[in-house]
């Protein structure tokens, strides 16, 4: 099992390659704060995307040919020709016309000189493992700074929206799933110490990860620190300080939080009795399960249900 892939799964991320965009020369447009996350990858040309850091500052990027910026949590940006223009605001409608038909946004003045591929990023909200939200507010990865697998697939976004075909809009939504996981690996190799102390951490360290997995593959299992441990061949002291330390919790918080999201999802899509979906992520007393989801997402499983058909629910963190 591979716990990157798991873990998007489970939250439901999924690609769409929302726009194109076109721009000469003195250009300047800015969006509204989203609840998913965008992505740019650029074609051709250069670029700055201001938003919003980790600190609440401004943070702009230079974006060249090849580059590609992420805002996991979907900040407020503005993109332009320059750091210092005063961008206008995007007419969103105007823009989903353009999305419909296929043709890019076009900007500024005179020929095309720089072309970005913008795509945006659903997930699941009754999901509270989402790993985009672990990610900085802005992730930059350059152009031959990651695996030449990033820069690749830039290529190929390249081509299709220099010379747009029948299927190109069903090639970029793949293409744009690929990107996202090749920018985590790149983010991950680059800033190993940022990742850890949250979920994140788990993938650079194997001891964490191999219990992870086991937790995982099989959530039903009366798991206990100790039992997970034997598995792994070490001592119960060691896995807790490794796991502790790569994500900020404990094995057993871990799992609860785990099996909360897989039980989230089941009374949300399925009829299943809540007796069958407690058994289902290792709770043999209805009780036991009741007390527990309770607690972790702030309203009883059967209220839960009713409640996540009604609205969207978000997720507790």
């Known amino acids: 099992m591979d716990l990157l892939d798991d873990a998007l799964a489970l939250a439901g991320v999924r690609g769409t390659a929302a726009l194109r965009i ?3 020369r003195g250009w300047g447009i800015t969006w509204a704060r989203n609840a998913d996350a965008v992505l740019y990858a650029v074609a051709a040309g250069n ?99 990651a695996d030449g697998a990033l820069d690749d697939t830039v290529r190929m976004i390249t ?17 744009v ?21 949250s979920w994140i951490g788990a993938l650079a360290d194997p001891l ?3 219990a992870m997995v086991r937790m995982h593959e099989r959530p039903a299992r009366p798991w206990t620190t100790e039992r997970l441990a034997q598995e792994l061949a070490v001592s ?7 796991f502790q330390d790569a994500t900020g919790q404990n094995p057993a ?28 992520v290792g709770y043999t007393s209805v009780h036991a399960f009741n007390r527990a989801f309770h607690r972790t997402r702030g309203l009883p499983p059967a209220r839960f249900r009713t409640t996540s058909r009604e609205t969207p629910v978000a997720a507790a963190t």
């Open 159 to 175: 081509r299709e929206t220099a010379s747009p075909r029948p299927g190109t809009q069903v090639v970029l939504d793949r293409l």
């Open 177 to 197: 799933d690929i990107v996202l996981v090749q920018v985590l690996r790149g983010w991950l190799d680059s800033n190993p110490g940022l990742s850890r102390g």
């Open 22 to 24: 076109e721009a000469g």
């Open 208 to 210: 964490v990860s191999d």
């Open 253 to 280: 918080e871990y799992l609860t939080r785990w099996r909360m999201d897989l039980a989230a999802r089941q009374l949300r899509d399925t009829d299943t009795g809540i007796d069958t979906v407690a058994r289902s």
């Open 47 to 145: 670029a700055w995307v201001t938003a919003e850091g980790a600190d609440g500052e401004p943070l702009s990027v230079d974006l060249g040919p090849g580059d590609v910026v992420l805002l996991p949590t979907g900040v407020a940006h503005s993109i332009a020709d320059d750091a210092h223009r005063t961008p206008r605001p995007c007419d969103t409608a105007a823009t989903d016309d353009l999305r419909r038909v296929g043709e890019p946004l076009r900007l500024g003045a005179g020929e095309s000189r720089t072309r970005l591929l913008g795509a945006s990023y659903r997930h699941d909200r009754v999901v509270s493992l989402h790993v985009l939200n672990l990610l900085p507010p802005v992730v930059h990865i350059r152009a031959n700074r």
């Open 236 to 242: 119960r002291s060691t896995l807790t300080r490794r």
